[in-house]
């Protein structure tokens, strides 16, 4: 069966970093995209970051400074996501999440479009 399961969450104090793991099984991760996502509690659910199939990636959180990275090792059958410089407004639960593919090129980047969820692993981030 597919699952998807968290780690590396905890706390950290600002300016601290973090890489969470997402471990894979049950299904060939060559095949699927894999987004992250957070949500903190009473609010909406949102996209970090998602990587594609065929590596491509896209952040969605500080465009441009550069403090999140989803990269993957499909053979390690894990997905990271590496977090730097974090902010107490990082503080959320982090899960990830994965499609089966039907574009290489295209990773989804909307909460609808993934049907494969890991259980969550808690960020906080305070001093």
């Known amino acids: 069966q597919l699952q998807l399961v968290e780690s590396g969450g905890g706390l950290v104090q600002p300016g601290g970093s973090l890489r969470l793991s997402c471990a894979a099984s049950?299904?060939?991760?060559?095949?699927?995209?894999i987004g992250w996502f957070r949500q903190a509690p009473g609010k909406v659910r949102e996209v970090v970051s998602c990587?594609?199939?065929?590596?491509?990636?896209?952040n969605y959180v500080d465009l441009g400074k550069g403090r999140f990275t989803i990269s993957r090792d499909n053979a390690k059958h894990t997905v990271y996501l590496q977090m730097n410089s974090l902010k107490p407004e990082d503080t959320a639960e982090y899960y990830c999440?994965?499609?089966?593919?039907?574009?290489?090129?295209?990773?989804?980047?909307?909460?609808?479009?993934?049907?494969?969820w890991g259980q969550g692993t808690q960020v906080t981030v305070s001093s």
């Open positions: 999440a994965a499609e089966q593919v039907r574009d290489p090129l295209r990773c989804p980047q909307h909460t609808h479009e993934y049907h494969y």
């Open positions: 049950g299904f060939d991760l060559d095949y699927y995209h």
């Open positions: 990587i594609s199939s065929s590596g491509g990636t896209t």
